[in-house]
């Protein structure tokens, strides 16, 4: 499965907003968030907009306003996310087999495919954005401690 880059874009934008959270700090503007993972404002503006239709974020207007997560980001799966993005986790045809060879064949392939497709399905939502927020800081951390052998 390749995520969109509406989707990549709202997860990083969602990403950003937990690191703030966790920080304390109640909102973030459009333009930090963009600023900060180079996605271009109008854009996330319309990502955003949509997250909080669907009741995933909040917003606060004026100033000192920006967008916050609606709820603490260890209950926002990234299933929620992509499933408000991208309408479905995957697509709504499971038959992923159309091959000219026997009817056995073909209904083996697609359940296999089904099985694979569930447990994408079962990842994604048992991930939640606070967890994701945590394996990138333990992948950045980690690549800290790399040694450079550059000569």
């Not at 995933?56 to 997560?69: E, H, N, P, T």
């Not at 945590?134 to 690549?143: D, G, L, N, T, V």
Request: aromatic content about 6%.
């Amino acid at each position: 499965m390749k995520l969109s880059k509406k989707t990549e874009y709202a997860l990083k934008a969602l990403i950003e907003l937990t690191i703030d959270y966790d920080k304390g700090i109640n909102v973030t503007l459009i333009n930090d968030i963009a600023g900060r993972e180079n996605i271009p404002p109008r854009y996330l503006e319309q990502i955003l907009l949509r997250l909080k239709n669907s009741g995933i974020l909040i917003s606060k207007r004026g100033v000192g306003g920006g967008y916050a997560l609606s709820r603490p980001p260890e209950e926002i799966s990234m299933g929620d996310v992509i499933r408000e993005v991208e309408g479905s986790l995957v697509s709504k045809n499971r038959k992923v087999v159309n091959i000219s060879a026997s009817d056995e064949m073909s209904y083996g392939l697609n359940n296999v495919m089904a099985e694979a497709t569930d447990a994408m399905k079962k990842v994604f939502d048992n991930i939640s954005l606070k967890e994701m927020a945590e394996r990138i800081f333990y992948s950045i951390e980690a690549k800290k401690d790399i040694p450079n052998y550059v000569i």
